[in-house]
């Protein structure tokens, strides 16, 4: 197996060393298996296209793609809706996550946010694109942030993370006229009180849409509002190099 990597993210690998390197699906089936069956410090290689999730990661990990790992969930979203990928650490340490796609499944009424939990010290994102799902396809569908942690220090680099966007009919509840939900567009990243630094990534806020279709006899029946988007970031402090972040 040649492991494809970035040069910054084989410099933190060759920094210290692991207990174990597990395979997926060489070692395991899933990678939730080789999650659960991991030591602490594990490194799992994820060789597979196949999408693994959703996941839930309780103790300090490293997880690779090679070349890419396709991780969260897929299809139409039924209730309850599972957080693609949760954190559910122990209390510290340092969960790393490179060369992945993570996505989860669409148009859900309430969508959860992508990668969510917390429990550990630091999250590292590494050559990675995090992305929200369309919504709104039923006329009643509400994003969510694409990162909401409750982890002290986040660090990105080389990655894309778009926000989640929303999109409802409002028709049904008495029109633009009438009285309108207050659904929001979502930040990016939602950490309060995190420290996020950003190293030659984009990152950019979901948008926000509100329509109105009387008859859905389209086109020429359907009415929008755009208003403005979520934030890139909410955090108690944001150190860039490098890249775009966009509200």
Same mark, same amino acid.
């Given at each position: 197996?040649?492991?494809l990597v970035s040069a910054s993210l084989a410099a933190i690998l060759a920094a210290g060393s692991t207990p174990a390197q597990i395979e997926v699906p060489g070692d395991?089936?899933?990678?939730?298996?080789?999650?659960?069956?991991?030591?602490?410090?594990?490194?799992?290689? /994820?060789?597979?296209?196949?999408?693994?999730?959703?996941?839930?990661?309780?103790?300090? @990990?490293?997880?690779?793609?090679?070349?890419?790992?396709?991780?969260?969930?897929?299809g139409l979203c039924f209730s309850p809706i599972p957080v693609p990928v949760d954190l559910a650490g122990p209390g510290g340490g340092t969960v790393v996550l490179a060369q992945v796609n993570l996505r989860q499944c669409f148009d859900g009424g309430f969508m959860t946010e992508v990668l969510g939990g917390g429990g550990f010290s630091? @999250?590292?994102?590494?050559?990675?694109?995090?992305?929200?799902? @369309?919504?709104?396809?039923?006329?009643?569908?509400?994003?969510?942030?694409?990162?909401?942690?409750?982890?002290?220090?986040?660090?990105?680099?080389?990655?894309?993370?778009?926000?989640?966007?929303?999109?409802?009919?409002?028709?049904?509840?008495?029109?633009?006229?009438?009285?309108?939900?207050?659904?929001?567009?979502?930040?990016?990243?939602?950490?309060?009180?995190?420290?996020?630094? /950003?190293?030659?990534?984009?990152?950019?806020?979901?948008?926000?849409?509100?329509?109105?279709?009387?008859?859905?006899?389209?086109?020429?029946?359907?009415?929008?509002?755009?208003?403005?988007?979520?934030?890139?970031?909410?955090?108690?402090? /944001? @150190? /860039?190099?490098?890249?775009?972040?966009?509200?």
């Open positions: 197996m040649k492991l395991y089936a899933t990678l939730q298996a080789a999650i659960t069956a991991a030591a602490p410090g594990s490194t799992i290689v /994820v060789t597979t296209p196949v999408l693994q999730g959703p996941l839930v990661v309780d103790k300090p @990990l490293t997880i690779i793609g090679d070349p890419v790992a396709n991780l969260g969930t897929e630091e @999250l590292h994102i590494y050559d990675s694109t995090i992305s929200t799902s @369309l919504t709104g396809l039923s006329g009643s569908g509400a994003g969510n942030a694409a990162v909401k942690v409750s982890v002290p220090y986040i660090l990105v680099s080389g990655s894309t993370i778009t926000g989640g966007a929303d999109g409802i009919d409002i028709c049904t509840f008495g029109g633009f006229g009438g009285v309108q939900i207050p659904y929001l567009a979502y930040p990016a990243i939602d950490a309060p009180g995190s420290l996020v630094t /950003v190293l030659d990534s984009f990152v950019q806020g979901g948008s926000h849409f509100n329509y109105c279709c009387v008859s859905c006899a389209c086109p020429g029946d359907i009415s929008a509002v755009v208003s403005s988007g979520g934030a890139g970031i909410v955090a108690g402090e /944001v @150190l /860039v190099a490098g890249g775009a972040i966009m509200g």
